[in-house]
């Protein structure tokens, strides 16, 4: 299994963008914070763009970005707490 933890979003080189994205949904839709944080975060730098079967929109997407940050947020992930402020 993949650590979330040991992923960064800055080893663009290393990260196979389609693994990062399916574990991140996964483990943000069964409500792990940081998992959270992440999948919103690639929602909206546009990390999405590297995923070779990615056959929706969502390749750049701000609301859904938003919407895992704040959740993020809501459970309690310091790191969205403090981007969201950075960020509002």
Do not use: V
Request: hydrophobic fraction near 35%; charge should be positive; charged fraction near 20%.
């Amino acid at each position: 299994m993949t650590n979330i933890s040991s992923i960064t979003l800055n080893e663009e080189k290393s990260i196979h963008y389609d693994k990062l994205f399916h574990y991140c949904s996964m483990a943000a839709t069964q409500g792990h914070p940081k998992a959270q944080f992440l999948l919103g975060k690639l929602y909206l730098d546009g990390s999405l763009k590297f995923i070779k079967n990615d056959t929706s929109n969502y390749k750049f997407n701000s609301s859904i970005g938003l919407q895992w940050i704040r959740l993020s947020a809501e459970n309690g992930y310091k790191k969205a707490k403090e981007f969201l402020i950075e960020i509002l």
